[in-house]
């Protein structure tokens, strides 16, 4: 009980850190915000339910008035903006992640990179997509064509999702709920 | 933690959270419906209601619009490209009035209140298992760590660099994320040394 | 004074199939004592055991004849823990909501336990942390922090894991008088024998069973000649496991 409240509440304050902490470079070069890979680590990590909730608490505390989304933005505004669609996605993205990663047997850096680019690539695109459509007045395909130049990114950070994960399963198997 | 609740208190801070959060879900609405001179009305209107607030309290509003802009050019270039510059305005003017009174509700309500109706909102949940004092202690929990664990990594990249000529990249994920896994077994065995989670 | 006290009968624990604590019987009832032993000799584990956070593989843990692991709530007024780093224990944002989680956990209502909180506070004349925000105070303060959260709770017995490791030297002697002053029983671990210098009782832990267990002069005296002697080998090659 206790260790399953910690980690979904350490996870959540992952996402939010590895939003706030100076643009690292993932790969040489290119700075991108590591917040999405801290949702999609939160389900192939902790598995479905808990990552889902450790996300819900993330938005939550967003929704609230924090600070905690990349750049430092929070607020009830964003609810309402062109991100809207993504922050409601944001806990269904882990869910489907940790689900395809607790059910299929394969390889944990197989099935983490499955879970990461569907839930973290095609359900949050869902997700995100018809939100940018009703926020800024566009058709679906053209809201699609706006988040086309993230998806480089997104794919780059599946496969750092998928790393890190199997590397955990090496490196401390009883940490991985999400295989637990 | 900072919040993004304004130190400079208005009118607006009196009010109760729930008849804030209701004229968001009223305004933003209507907001889709409106057309032209009503539509630059209700632009008036959030301007006005951010204006009231002073200066101070302005221009921290208007600092919070900013994450706007890259889709403001973004839709402006795409109706130029499509011919109809002139487009703009609505789907800018709904947008900014949306968001503009949702961010002056968030400047406007003590972090606290808005927790206490979320947890008012969640309190079916409690059939389900999520008790509203579980939730409260999630809440402290993510505030208290979210500065301890920025500054884990910032050691975490220290030490990276006082071995090595490269910037860390990708590289300081695996310890970041094994140290959160340890502080989670650690910080759970803290909580039941003193009651458990309740 | 039968169900006094904690006492472990037989006690062995293992993690993962491997073995941490073995063979252990104590029965302790002295006002002051001190758990000595290298790193990775089982220390932390014991304190574990003792304070019910983890039951035992083998053997029977009775605090105040009461099985520590089942009766949580009961433990709450039986034992209280100093972890190591006070990081991990600090739960909340501010002092004043630290301070007073352990008092609604012992049932008080919230405005209760923030009132005695600012009481607590007020008695060791640091009212003015109660609104301060725990990642804004220094080592020596977090430390003590945790002690207050738990004193705050009066238990019967205070389990200390190397409370004096990160401290510097006036905060140890702070701390130290602190603790001086306490009419609970105290227990202190750590792997520095200066640390438990005055105990009544003190036990050496070595590959998680108990080498030596009396009095602190004879004790710590074969513990420190043994500590010396290893430190002078230059082999500290082999792999534990």
């Given at each position: 009980?206790?260790?399953?409240?910690?980690?979904?509440?350490?996870?959540?304050?992952?996402?939010?850190?590895?939003?706030?902490?100076?643009?690292?470079?993932?790969i040489s070069g290119v700075p991108i915000t590591a917040q999405s890979l801290g949702i999609m680590l939160c389900g192939t990590v902790l598995g479905a339910k808990r990552g889902f909730l450790a996300v819900v608490?993330?938005?939550?505390?967003?929704?609230?008035?924090?600070?905690?989304?990349?750049?430092?933005?929070g607020g009830i505004g964003l609810f309402v903006g062109p991100s809207a669609g993504y922050l409601i996605g944001f806990p269904v993205a882990a869910f489907v992640a940790g689900f395809v990663v607790e059910r299929w047997q394969v390889r944990v850096g197989v099935a983490?990179?499955?879970?990461?680019?569907?839930?973290?690539?095609v359900v949050l695109y869902a997700f995100g997509i018809?939100?940018?459509?009703?926020?800024?007045?566009?058709?679906?395909?053209?809201?699609?064509?706006?988040?086309?130049?993230?998806?480089?990114?997104?794919?780059?950070?599946?496969?750092?999702?998928?790393?890190?994960?199997?590397?955990?399963?090496?490196?401390?198997?009883?940490?991985?709920?999400?295989?637990? | 933690m900072l919040t993004l609740t304004s130190p400079v208190r208005i009118w607006a801070h009196s009010l109760s959270a729930w008849v804030k959060l209701g004229a968001i879900c009223v305004f933003t609405l209507a907001l889709m419906q409106l057309e032209g001179g009503w539509l630059a009305g209700a632009v008036a209107l959030v301007l006005a209601l951010a204006a009231s607030g002073g200066r101070v309290?302005?221009?921290?509003?208007?600092?919070?619009?900013?994450?706007?802009?890259?889709?403001?050019?973004?839709?402006?270039?795409?109706?130029?490209?499509?011919?109809?510059p002139w487009a703009t305005f609505p789907i800018i003017a709904r947008l900014g009035a949306a968001v503009g009174l949702a961010n002056a509700v968030t400047m406007t309500?003590?972090?606290?209140?808005?927790?206490?109706?979320?947890?008012?909102?969640?309190?079916?949940?409690?059939?389900?298992?999520?008790?509203?004092?579980?939730?409260?202690?999630?809440?402290?929990?993510?505030?208290?760590?979210?500065?301890?664990?920025?500054?884990?990594?910032?050691?975490?990249?220290?030490?990276?660099?006082?071995?090595s000529p490269r910037r860390p990249g990708w590289r300081i994920l695996m310890p970041v994320l094994l140290a959160t896994l340890d502080d989670a077994d650690r910080v759970a065995e803290a909580l039941r040394a003193r009651g458990g989670a309740g | 004074m039968a169900a006094s006290g904690i006492e472990l009968r037989g006690v062995a624990y293992a993690m993962a199939g491997k073995a941490i604590l073995s063979d252990i019987d104590l029965h302790l009832t002295e006002a002051r004592i001190?758990?000595?032993?290298?790193?990775?000799?089982?220390?932390?584990?014991?304190?574990?055991?003792?304070?019910?956070?983890?039951?035992?593989?083998?053997?029977?843990?009775?605090?105040?004849?009461?099985?520590?692991?089942?009766?949580?709530?009961?433990?709450?007024?039986?034992?209280?823990?100093?972890?190591?780093?006070?990081?991990?224990?600090?739960?909340?944002?501010?002092?004043?909501?630290?301070l007073a989680f352990g008092l609604t956990q012992m049932g008080q209502t919230d405005k209760e336990a923030r009132a005695q909180a600012r009481h607590l506070l007020a008695e060791v004349d640091r009212a003015h942390w109660e609104g301060a925000a725990t990642h804004t105070l220094s080592q020596g303060q977090r430390q003590y922090l945790c002690l207050l959260s738990i004193l705050a709770m009066q238990p019967?017995?205070?389990?200390?894991?190397?409370?004096?490791?990160a401290l510097d030297l006036p905060s140890q002697a702070r701390l130290r008088r602190r603790l001086a002053g306490l009419a609970q029983q105290i227990i202190t671990i750590s792997h520095d024998p200066a640390a438990v210098v005055g105990a009544d009782r003190v036990i050496w832990l070595d590959g998680g069973r108990v080498v030596q267990d009396g009095p602190p002069d004879h004790v710590l005296g074969v513990f420190t000649d043994e500590m010396a002697r290893i430190g002078g080998l230059d082999a500290d090659a082999d792999l534990s496991g």
């Amino acid at each position: 009980m206790e260790r399953n409240l910690t980690h979904i509440a350490l996870f959540a304050a992952l996402i939010a850190v590895l939003g706030l902490i100076p643009k690292i470079d993932l790969i040489s070069g290119v700075p991108i915000t590591a917040q999405s890979l801290g949702i999609m680590l939160c389900g192939t990590v902790l598995g479905a339910k808990r990552g889902f909730l450790a996300v819900v608490l993330f938005v939550v505390l967003v929704a609230a008035g924090l600070p905690l989304l990349s750049g430092g933005r929070g607020g009830i505004g964003l609810f309402v903006g062109p991100s809207a669609g993504y922050l409601i996605g944001f806990p269904v993205a882990a869910f489907v992640a940790g689900f395809v990663v607790e059910r299929w047997q394969v390889r944990v850096g197989v099935a983490a990179l499955a879970g990461a680019v569907l839930g973290g690539i095609v359900v949050l695109y869902a997700f995100g997509i018809p939100g940018m459509a009703l926020t800024l007045g566009k058709s679906l395909p053209e809201a699609a064509l706006l988040a086309t130049p993230f998806l480089a990114g997104d794919v780059i950070k599946a496969v750092l999702a998928a790393l890190v994960t199997q590397a955990i399963a090496q490196a401390r198997p009883g940490a991985l709920l999400s295989r637990g | 933690m900072l919040t993004l609740t304004s130190p400079v208190r208005i009118w607006a801070h009196s009010l109760s959270a729930w008849v804030k959060l209701g004229a968001i879900c009223v305004f933003t609405l209507a907001l889709m419906q409106l057309e032209g001179g009503w539509l630059a009305g209700a632009v008036a209107l959030v301007l006005a209601l951010a204006a009231s607030g002073g200066r101070v309290f302005f221009a921290q509003w208007l600092k919070m619009l900013r994450p706007l802009w890259p889709f403001v050019a973004l839709v402006a270039l795409w109706q130029v490209w499509l011919g109809a510059p002139w487009a703009t305005f609505p789907i800018i003017a709904r947008l900014g009035a949306a968001v503009g009174l949702a961010n002056a509700v968030t400047m406007t309500t003590e972090l606290a209140e808005i927790l206490a109706l979320l947890t008012r909102l969640a309190r079916p949940l409690a059939r389900l298992g999520l008790k509203p004092q579980v939730l409260a202690l999630c809440v402290a929990l993510v505030i208290r760590f979210v500065p301890v664990m920025l500054l884990r990594y910032a050691q975490i990249a220290l030490a990276f660099r006082a071995r090595s000529p490269r910037r860390p990249g990708w590289r300081i994920l695996m310890p970041v994320l094994l140290a959160t896994l340890d502080d989670a077994d650690r910080v759970a065995e803290a909580l039941r040394a003193r009651g458990g989670a309740g | 004074m039968a169900a006094s006290g904690i006492e472990l009968r037989g006690v062995a624990y293992a993690m993962a199939g491997k073995a941490i604590l073995s063979d252990i019987d104590l029965h302790l009832t002295e006002a002051r004592i001190g758990i000595v032993g290298r790193n990775g000799s089982g220390k932390t584990s014991l304190m574990r055991v003792m304070a019910g956070l983890v039951a035992p593989s083998v053997g029977t843990v009775l605090v105040a004849g009461q099985d520590p692991a089942r009766n949580r709530k009961a433990m709450l007024t039986e034992v209280g823990i100093l972890f190591q780093n006070p990081d991990h224990q600090i739960l909340f944002p501010t002092v004043g909501e630290e301070l007073a989680f352990g008092l609604t956990q012992m049932g008080q209502t919230d405005k209760e336990a923030r009132a005695q909180a600012r009481h607590l506070l007020a008695e060791v004349d640091r009212a003015h942390w109660e609104g301060a925000a725990t990642h804004t105070l220094s080592q020596g303060q977090r430390q003590y922090l945790c002690l207050l959260s738990i004193l705050a709770m009066q238990p019967a017995t205070l389990l200390l894991d190397e409370p004096f490791a990160a401290l510097d030297l006036p905060s140890q002697a702070r701390l130290r008088r602190r603790l001086a002053g306490l009419a609970q029983q105290i227990i202190t671990i750590s792997h520095d024998p200066a640390a438990v210098v005055g105990a009544d009782r003190v036990i050496w832990l070595d590959g998680g069973r108990v080498v030596q267990d009396g009095p602190p002069d004879h004790v710590l005296g074969v513990f420190t000649d043994e500590m010396a002697r290893i430190g002078g080998l230059d082999a500290d090659a082999d792999l534990s496991g």
